[in-house]
């Protein structure tokens, strides 16, 4: 008795669970590869997974096995050129030509284990390094922005919604309803005095009375009126909630002397991280690439992260070039403005009050959100105590210094108070 | 026995490249049909069909249907995934399970040809094979894996629950890594059966913990005066199943633990077979694909286009590249146990004088009683040893090549010619000798007496090493064991040496 069974539609992903275990497992060297790799992809990267590869010695599976050396005497195939007792020169280490027994210990073991990480993965990876709470990483922050749209028509509003066509519609059919029994009962009256003037004269008394009743139908009739408040039709709007479309990101950050590679790594994270929460928001994004010493450039994003430049810090030259980009190409109401600056506190000592003013007055009432980040361990320099007087004044400003990755999280946790209800 | 002839029919089965339930039905009628007149006895055949990823995930889970949640297999499905998605390895047409009744995966991808390949290969030629391999038959058992592997699955998902995952995956970690040493070679062990295991689990949890407890029963020996009883080794004989030691005597294991330990010792146990008949198994079922299929043909069922589709991929299965040529990795198990099953139905049916001089028994004998003989009392090593003929060394260009590392040259000790053939058949033969293969490692003594620790003797052979990894699986051990564990290698002449020793210091709190 045989049987043939399908098992196409029986439990997929079986493996699920040995891959999370794998996953779990390894976290540490996923981890360090998952940093490299962020290391060298775009900010705007983030809806791909990610070829992850892990030194193979790591995860090793170890067995006790014969090593190398001793007495190997071995059988192989396709013997072209030997004779019994011939002496051959050993192959050079790993090469074609040996036994299996003994290559399986040197040879392939060396590469690395590759594997693809799928986007979640990557993420949940990535979120883990900023430290970011559980309720964050799955329920987004979305702004709401109300636009109004026609919902049918209701029986009550203001006279400048009043529905013309809708209203007297409605009148007619009131009036048809109304008048057409009065009506038809007036024709049938019509008649039947046609017909007994006929048979008995103008004056009779049945046509007289006749007469009285037609007159008061008629009455009747002209009482019904024309249009009644009850016809009224207005047009209906309703306000729904619209996700704005496009948002523009300005990522500003000093690229003077100081600010090393590993700080530029943290800063990129940031930048990673506002983009994530940007994208899930917004449907189309632009990235604006700002950095800065004593003056600043809009450049692209590999000259951003990957040049470096020395001197000294004009932040404000920064600024300043933030408020034209947006004056020029982000007039406010079309375009949602985010800012996020990276920077490790330096600053020309007269510069900082400029940069307050700028951004207090200039940027701040155009920017849903503006964020910075001072990466930096030692103590707080004259720039972020300028910046500090503005948190009271901005609600949509926040700061943080930050000496690693898991510090950024905090920076954002003031957007979703405001977002998440 | 005479062939029965099917009734002659001008129908051919069906042609298409694309596989239908009809079509596997009417390929495999008539594959059972031939097949049972070759006289092949097999389990009952369950054939399913499955995508791509789930013959992934058989990969992952070592092929088998049900399996415990282990990182390894998530590791092995990664690469597999890797590899097929990149095209850089296909996935292997077939896996087939030594359980009763048989199951043979089919991959939805194959085409028909294929799907009919796969059939006459893993569910007559593979089934047979389970059923009447001896090493099978003492080793397995076919009738209660799949329940025992749930029963492994549901109790180690219960461990994970009740102990944590970490500490669960500790120890099969160290479990794994000692696996080729869990299992007997001669003894013969009790048969599984899922409702005994159920049932004697809690009693012999009870049982091996109060053994322990007698082991280590520390009453102070007052009158023992040191010097004057002579020192007893424990256990008295070396013990090679390094698992079923630490099952039966580690000291410190809680009672599930030695139950997990039982677990991937029986396991590892149900795979012996396997590693030992590759070249039998697979030439068995290389030969019977290749021997149904066309006798199908010669029945006229079948076309030529499937005929020219299926001996591409048979010949691609059974090719053996030579020493010098990139892809080469050894023996082709499939190549030379399909070349040596064809060469003895040659000798029985159409024998030289040299087949006459080396193969007296079996040149001119039937060839299915003398096929039937071979596959049911061989395994690689002794198959080897037994039935390769001087033909097959010839075909094969078979040499042997010698390495001493105390050599400055490797010499050709043996190559496919008369003086050679003996030479040639004993290499190869030992090559397939598991207990050649692997590393002989024992437990040699227990110190009761003294700090428990544990000691494992390698016996050397041909004076080889033991690998890199070495180390590693020694602090596994420790694990398991609980206590120092040390490696002595014995070399040949008789001197034994320290090799290693993993220390534990800390003794674990009872609770």
């Excluded at chain 1, 284990?113 to 979120?127: A, G, P, T, W, Y």
């Excluded at chain 2, 025992?148 to 009740?162: D, G, M, T």
């Excluded at chain 2, 012996?272 to 006229?300: K, S």
Aim: proline share 4%; with cysteine; hydrophobic share 35%.
């Amino acid at each position: 008795m045989t049987r043939i069974i399908d098992r196409r539609f029986d439990s997929k992903k079986k493996s699920a669970v040995n891959r999370q275990r794998f996953m779990r497992r390894f976290k540490q060297q996923i981890r360090r590869a998952v940093s490299d790799a962020i290391h060298n992809r775009s900010i705007r990267d983030l809806d791909n997974g990610e070829h992850i590869s892990i030194p193979a010695k790591d995860l090793s599976e170890p067995h006790f096995q014969h090593g190398r050396g001793g007495v190997w005497e071995q059988i192989f195939s396709g013997n072209d050129q030997f004779a019994s007792g011939d002496l051959i020169n050993r192959p050079p280490t790993g090469g074609g030509g040996r036994g299996q027994g003994k290559a399986s210990n040197q040879g392939e073991g060396e590469d690395d284990f590759v594997f693809h990480l799928s986007r979640e993965e990557f993420l949940d990876i990535f979120f883990d390094d900023l430290a970011l709470p559980n309720l964050v990483r799955t329920q987004l922050a979305r702004v709401t922005d109300y636009k109004t749209q026609r919902a049918g028509f209701t029986s009550d509003g203001s006279p400048a919604n009043i529905n013309i066509v809708r209203s007297m519609r409605g009148a007619l059919g009131r009036r048809l309803a109304l008048g057409s029994p009065l009506g038809a009962r007036l024709r049938e009256l019509q008649q039947e005095l046609e017909r007994i003037v006929e048979a008995s004269g103008e004056d009779c008394d049945e046509a007289v009375e006749l007469r009285e009743e037609i007159a008061r139908l008629r009455l009747r009739i002209e009482a019904i009126p024309f249009v009644d408040s009850f016809d009224l039709r207005f047009n209906n709007r309703i306000k729904v909630p619209r996700p704005t479309t496009q948002a523009v990101m300005f990522c500003v950050m000093d690229v003077s002397g100081s600010m090393d590679e590993e700080k530029k790594a943290t800063a990129k994270r940031f930048f990673m991280l506002l983009y994530l929460f940007l994208n899930r928001t917004y449907e189309h994004i632009d990235v604006v690439f700002i950095r800065h010493h004593t003056v600043a450039k809009e450049v692209d994003e590999e000259e951003f992260f990957h040049s470096r430049e020395s001197g000294g810090t004009v932040v404000s030259s920064a600024l300043n070039l933030m408020r034209d980009v947006i004056q020029d190409r982000y007039a406010h109401g079309n375009w949602n403005i985010y800012g996020a600056q990276a920077s490790d506190g330096d600053n020309w000592d007269n510069d900082s009050p400029i940069c307050h003013d700028v951004l207090g007055s200039r940027i701040l009432p155009f920017c849903q959100y503006f964020a910075y980040i001072e990466i930096t361990p030692g103590e707080p320099q004259n720039l972020w105590r300028e910046y500090q007087k503005l948190i009271g004044m901005h609600s949509n400003f926040a700061m943080q210094r930050i000496e690693e990755p898991a510090d950024i999280f905090p920076v954002f946790r003031e957007l979703f108070k405001k977002t998440l209800v | 026995m005479k062939l029965e002839r099917a009734p002659m029919r001008s129908e051919k089965l069906p042609a298409a490249s694309e596989w239908t339930f009809e079509a596997i039905d009417q390929y495999h009628t008539e594959i059972a049909r031939v097949a049972t007149n070759f006289g092949l006895d097999t389990y009952p055949n369950q054939i399913e069909i499955i995508t791509a990823e789930q013959m992934m995930d058989a990969y992952a889970s070592v092929g088998m249907p049900v399996n415990y949640h282990h990182w390894s297999f998530g590791k092995q499905f990664l690469s597999t995934e890797k590899g097929y998605r990149r095209g850089q390895m296909g996935l292997a047409y077939e896996i087939v399970i030594n359980s009763n009744p048989c199951i043979a995966y089919l991959m939805e991808e194959n085409t028909l040809t294929m799907q009919a390949l796969v059939i006459a290969h893993a569910a007559y030629g593979h089934n047979s094979f389970f059923k009447g391999n001896y090493l099978f038959q003492t080793w397995t058992n076919a009738d209660a894996i799949v329940d025992y592997l749930l029963f492994a699955r549901n109790y180690i998902a219960e461990c994970e629950q009740r102990y944590g995952e970490e500490d669960v995956e500790l120890l099969l970690d160290s479990c794994h890594a000692l696996m080729n040493l869990g299992v007997d070679r001669y003894k013969r062990p009790p048969k599984l059966s899922l409702a005994k295991e159920q049932l004697r689990q809690t009693e012999r949890a009870e049982y091996l913990q109060s053994q322990v407890n007698q082991l280590w029963r520390t009453l102070p020996l007052q009158d023992a005066k040191p010097g004057t009883t002579p020192e007893r080794r424990f256990p008295l004989e070396q013990e090679e199943n390094l698992l079923y030691f630490v099952e039966k005597h580690a000291p410190l294991l809680e009672p599930w633990q030695r139950e997990v330990v039982r677990i991937v010792r029986k396991i590892a146990q149900y795979f012996f077979p396997q590693r030992q008949t590759q070249v039998m198994n697979e030439g068995w079922a290389c030969f019977w694909h290749y021997t149904l299929i066309n006798q199908l043909y010669d029945e006229d069922l079948l076309s030529d286009s499937f005929m020219l589709e299926f001996l591409q991929s048979h010949t691609n299965v059974v090719y053996q590249p030579a020493y010098h040529e990139r892809w080469y990795n050894g023996i082709n198990p499939y190549a030379l146990g399909y070349a040596m099953w064809q060469d003895i139905r040659r000798i029985c049916e159409d024998p030289t004088d040299e087949d006459r001089a080396w193969f007296p028994d079996i040149a001119g004998s039937d060839w299915r009683e003398t096929f039937d003989f071979a596959m049911r009392n061989f395994k690689d090593e002794s198959f080897v040893a037994q039935y390769l003929s001087p033909k097959v060394m010839r075909d094969f260009r078979l040499f042997a090549i010698l390495d001493d590392e105390h050599e400055a040259k490797l010499k050709v000790s043996a190559i496919h010619d008369d003086s050679g053939y003996q030479r040639v058949r004993e290499i190869l033969s030992e090559q397939y000798n598991l207990g050649s293969r692997e590393p002989n490692i024992q437990v040699w003594n227990v110190d009761l007496r003294g700090d428990r620790s544990l000691t494992l003797r390698h016996q050397q052979y041909h004076k080889r090493p033991l690998g890199t990894s070495t180390d590693e699986v020694m602090k596994h051990m420790a694990r398991l064991w609980g206590f120092t564990v040390r490696l002595e290698t014995a070399q040949d002449d008789g001197t034994v040496e320290l090799l290693q020793e993993s220390r534990i210091e800390k003794r674990r709190a009872h609770n």
